[in-house]
């Protein structure tokens, strides 16, 4: 199966990139991962609730992008991969 991705950021030349294989099962560590935009939040906040309740085995770590407009600053997206072994992005308005 043939699975393109479109990606909206303005790429001269664009980037080959490969879907990652998703897990049979959520565990460890997640991030949350808010990129500033309104309510971004709040719909964070009730993931959260949910992901405590159902999976409570889990540890939430919370992160917020300085601005929605910009990709996420490189010390960000080095301390969540590296303290992480997920990434739920929120994306609200």
């Known amino acids: 199966m043939s699975l393109t991705i479109l990606d909206p950021t ?20 997640i991030a ?7 309510r971004g939040s709040v719909l964070l906040d009730r993931l959260q609730e949910a992901f405590e309740q159902r999976l409570p085995q889990i540890e939430i770590t919370r992160y917020m992008k300085p601005t929605f407009s910009k990709p996420a600053p490189e010390d960000l997206r080095s ?4 303290n992480n072994d997920f990434v739920v992005e929120a994306l609200a308005d």
């Open 32 to 38: 949350f991962l808010d990129i500033s935009k309104n």
């Open 79 to 82: 301390d969540i991969i590296e």
């Open 10 to 29: 303005n790429e001269a030349v664009p980037v080959e990139r490969q879907v990652t294989p998703r897990p049979e099962t959520v565990k460890g560590k």
